[in-house]
């Protein structure tokens, strides 16, 4: 049944179309999207497509010179996972398809969507590697595929994304040790790599980072110190790593970062006494003393 009324759709947009060609899109975008509208119960979406519309009308599409460039359908009941037809919208720009019921992995097709400049899978069910193709979106500047199931180590090829201005790939399973050329990305503004199976050293790159903001290393199983070279982060505003391995102390001149409201060092191995003499006062430190070793909490 579902195969009948998807090809009633497609012969209806195909007709639509060819009755004002002035407003059609081209035949691969058009396509494209009546094939996720299939597989992934289009029927029942919240908001739904009507192929009587022309589709620059349809529900969080945006066309631009014939091309589709927007695909945003948050919390919009999607659900399986999605086809590799998603390829073939190679103009797209924006891609939010967050808070949904998306599973599976991602289509190796992915790899031909170079135009993107942002991506939001947030809490959706995605499985499987972040495939290092990603590392060609030489446009993005926000990737955020937090709150899902990827496994894996992180795409070193994250780090030659010289635009990326937000990375949240926080609450999934990666593990191994966070790249060092993450510090690449010097128009990083967030990082958000908490809640993971991360571990290994904090690599010295990331005090490379000078336009950071906020930087959540928390809940992983990271060990050594807090690299000396984070006291010259001057835009640093939020850094969270609690819940790791940590030891050590402060770096040496943290406190004369101007920026920094919230620095979180609960539950690592961190000398307690000499964390009280950066903060007597407890205005913006927050630590405890790590006693036993932690379980690594599963995701939300």
Not at 70 to 82: I, T
Not at 120 to 129: C, D, P, R, T, V
Not at 206 to 227: A, D, Q, R, S, W
């Amino acid at each position: 049944m579902r195969k009948i009324i998807c090809n009633l759709l497609l012969s209806c947009l195909l007709l639509t179309l060819s009755q004002n060609r002035s407003l059609a899109v081209e035949e691969q975008d058009s396509l494209a999207l009546l094939k996720i509208f299939e597989t992934m119960d289009g029927e029942v979406w919240l908001d739904q497509w009507f192929v009587e519309d022309k589709v620059s009308g349809w529900f969080g599409v945006t066309v631009k010179d014939n091309r589709v460039v927007g695909l945003e359908l948050p919390e919009n009941e999607l659900f399986g996972e999605l086809p590799e037809e998603i390829g073939n919208l190679t103009a797209l720009k924006i891609l939010n398809l967050s808070a949904n019921r998306i599973e599976g992995e991602l289509p190796e097709t992915i790899k031909n969507l170079t135009s993107l400049v942002y991506i939001n899978l947030a809490e959706n069910y995605i499985s499987g590697e972040l495939p290092e193709s990603v590392g060609g979106f030489s446009h993005l500047k926000e990737l955020d595929v937090s709150f899902n199931d990827f496994t894996g180590l992180l795409p070193k090829s994250l780090g030659e994304l010289t635009e990326l201005r937000y990375l949240e790939l926080n609450n999934n399973h990666f593990e191994g040790s966070i790249p060092s050329n993450f510090g690449n990305d010097h128009e990083l503004i967030v990082l958000d790599l908490s809640s993971n199976e991360i571990g290994g050293f904090i690599p010295l790159e990331l005090g490379e980072m000078h336009k950071i903001e906020e930087l959540y290393l928390n809940n992983n199983k990271l060990v050594g110190t807090i690299p000396d070279v984070f006291a010259t982060l001057t835009n640093l505003e939020i850094l969270e790593l609690e819940d790791n391995f940590l030891t050590g102390m402060l770096p040496k001149n943290f406190s004369s970062l101007s920026h920094l409201s919230t620095v979180n060092v609960n539950n690592n191995a961190m000398n307690l006494e000499d964390l009280k003499k950066y903060d007597s006062d407890n205005t913006f430190l927050h630590f405890t003393y790590r006693r036993q070793k932690k379980t690594v909490a599963g995701r939300r």
